[in-house]
């Protein structure tokens, strides 16, 4: 069986705690670049898809997603999100 294992670090380079807020937004990076759907990123979170999607919209992801062409195509549970900001 093939092992793959994500690493989120919890503690920044200088030994700090890291914030929760950083934290979430590494997760559900991860999730999307792994191809989750935004129906199973928000369950495993415990929030709803509306706030996952305001989460997505604060914090910048969908802009670096559309700046990586090769994670841009459709996301799936996510869709094209250079409709949003063109």
Partial sequence: MDRHIDVI???DINGRL???QDLQTDVIMAAIEKGMSKRQ???RLGIG?????RLIH???LAEQLIRQPEKR?????LG????LFS
């Fill in 41 to 43: 990123i928000a369950h």
């Fill in 80 to 83: 094209d999100f250079s409709a």
């Fill in 18 to 20: 890291r914030s929760l």
């Fill in 73 to 77: 195509s459709v996301i799936p549970g």
């Fill in 49 to 53: 898809s509306s706030t996952l999607y």
């Fill in 9 to 11: 670090r919890v503690f």
């Fill in 58 to 60: 604060e914090r910048g």
